[in-house]
């Protein structure tokens, strides 16, 4: 473990716009942000399904959506992800637990829409989402927790590259359900490793020309 006896904390992440090949992300904002997100996620038919391990969900409409994030705002720092290509806005995520002081902060609220699902795009938003942390801000600790019952919550963060700490047990009552939650973290020691794995899985030598992978990230990443 690395000398700490000088440790002076981190900068708390910022409004920033995080740039990558396929995907750009930029700070939340309800009046810029909460109708494209919605309609991105499914709109009044489906988004409540694909946002329902959401802390405020079911939420009424999109109105009701961005008011509810933007309260959270400070507390939280929201990015919304928007395709490169088309300007698209297709999903969102969220620092949360923010501990500066500490090097520590979770990755949360992750959403995305069908049409950013399993994609590269997905992958990349969450590659520049660790970068920023690990390298701009050099933070230690990077978290990602989950309902327990998010089964496609468990396989991003394995396949991510994330460390499964355990679950705490009857951690919250949600909406008058029992929730056990499970941990997964990244250190920055550990990101070498991943962020390796991770470019050479998004380089484009790694897919076909109708755009299939041709080796998994798991497969790329070194032991």
Known sequence: MSDLSNWQGCEPPRPQ???GRTVVLEAFNADTHAHDLWQALGGDMSANE??????DAPYRDADHFGQSYQAKQGEWHSMVMRDAQWNIVRGMASY???RPEHGSVEIGA????EAMARSPLATEA???LMRHVF???SYRRYEWKLNDNNAPSHKAAVRLGFTFEGT????MV???VNRDTAWYSMLDSEWPNRKAALEAWLAPSNFTEDGQQIQKLEALRPT
Not at 110 to 113: N, T
Request: glycine share 6%; aromatic share 14%.
């Open 126 to 128: 969450h590659y520049l």
């Open 110 to 113: 992750v959403a995305h829409g």
């Open 174 to 176: 949600v909406h008058g």
């Open 96 to 98: 949360m637990r923010l």
């Open 135 to 137: 390298e701009d801000l």
């Open 168 to 171: 705490f047990r009857q951690d």
């Open 17 to 19: 716009r995080l740039e």
């Open 50 to 55: 694909r946002i329902r391990f959401f802390p």
